[in-house]
């Protein structure tokens, strides 16, 4: 009858296809080829395109989510959302500060990972926040850590590359930053059609999460460099 409401499926072809080829996708970065073949280019690669694309990857589900959560489950007006949407872009500012000084005490291949892995991290706590106080920390967590492993992830592609590559190694950075996250933006949009915000950030938190140990695991080179 037309005034039935029609039911939702548990899950979808499309979502079934963005998610098959993120896992592939990601299957290949993280079994150690990625966009190098050898010598510099596959060093450059190691170190710096296969954790840029775990880290763009969140862009994207981050973006599309954190309306609907802020919507759903903090329940916050319009202003107040643009100010939460906004408490990300400052810390993502303070990441990018407080990068290299941690870079140089600790290494940057180290503070790279583990950044990455603690704004995982603060997805799932954020998925699980309930006041706009926590969120405002979870938050504030996620985007520091992935503002440190993007800015060490660009200082890192430019201090490798070779003279006669950076620019078109570069560009397809910027490439990247700009597909991946339109991905991950995707991915999430269809999640949201099956759970609610806050499962959905749970979701991709833990997701990522996993991917990040399975990085540091696999990207010795990275973990090695100083």
């Known amino acids: 009858m037309s005034g039935e409401k029609k039911v939702s499926p548990l899950w979808n072809p499309y979502a079934a296809g963005v998610a098959l080829g993120i896992v592939l996708f990601l299957s290949y970065f993280l079994s150690g080829s990625g966009l ?13 395109f296969n954790p840029s694309v775990l880290i763009y990857l ?6 599309v989510m954190l309306p609907r959560f802020a919507q759903q489950v903090l329940q916050l007006e319009e ?12 810390a993502f500012l303070i990441g990018g500060a407080i990068a290299l000084p941690l870079a140089k005490r600790f290494g940057q291949g180290h503070v790279l990972l583990v950044a990455a892995l603690i704004s ?20 504030g967590l996620n985007g520091i850590c992935a503002g440190t492993a993007i800015s060490l992830v660009v200082a890192l592609l430019q201090h490798e590359s070779e003279p006669a590559l950076r620019g078109r190694l570069m560009s397809i950075y910027t ?19 099956v759970m609610p915000a806050n499962h959905g950030l749970l979701v991709v938190g833990s997701i990522l ?3 990040f140990v399975l990085a540091i695991w696999r990207l010795r080179l990275l973990r090695r460099y100083q």
């Open 36 to 48: 190098g073949g050898s010598g510099g280019v596959a060093r450059v690669t190691t170190l710096g």
């Open 58 to 63: 969140a862009m994207g589900p981050i973006q």
């Open 79 to 90: 202003l107040q959302r643009g100010m939460f949407l906004g408490a990300l872009a400052l």
């Open 120 to 139: 995982g991290g603060g997805l799932v706590l954020l998925a699980n926040s309930t006041t706009l106080t926590t969120a405002l920390l979870c938050l």
């Open 175 to 193: 490439v990247t930053s700009q597909v991946i996250p339109a991905a991950g933006g995707l991915g999430a949009g269809l999640l949201l059609e």
């Open 209 to 211: 999460s996993l991917l």
